[in-house]
């Protein structure tokens, strides 16, 4: 999906990093859900991937910002 002035792969990172952080955004409902379950273990699994999904994102907007500056993915 090419748009004008934005290539596939720098469309690809912008989209991964948004879909992370509506993932990051909803973790807060579930683990709410998973304490209102009284279930332990999934609320520290759904924290672990939280974590997981926030660290991942820092990095792609690191490498975004890298390669911007460059001027090429």
Sequence with gaps: MS?????????????VL?????AVEA???????AKT???QP???LLE???QSDSEQMQKIKEHLI???QKGKM
């Design 3 to 15: 748009i004008q002035g934005v290539s596939d792969l720098e469309y690809d990172w912008v989209t």
């Design 18 to 22: 948004h879909e992370k952080g509506k």
């Design 27 to 33: 973790y807060d409902k579930y683990i709410e859900d």
């Design 37 to 39: 379950a009284d279930s």
């Design 42 to 44: 999934c609320v520290e």
């Design 48 to 50: 672990n991937l939280k």
């Design 66 to 68: 890298k390669v911007m």
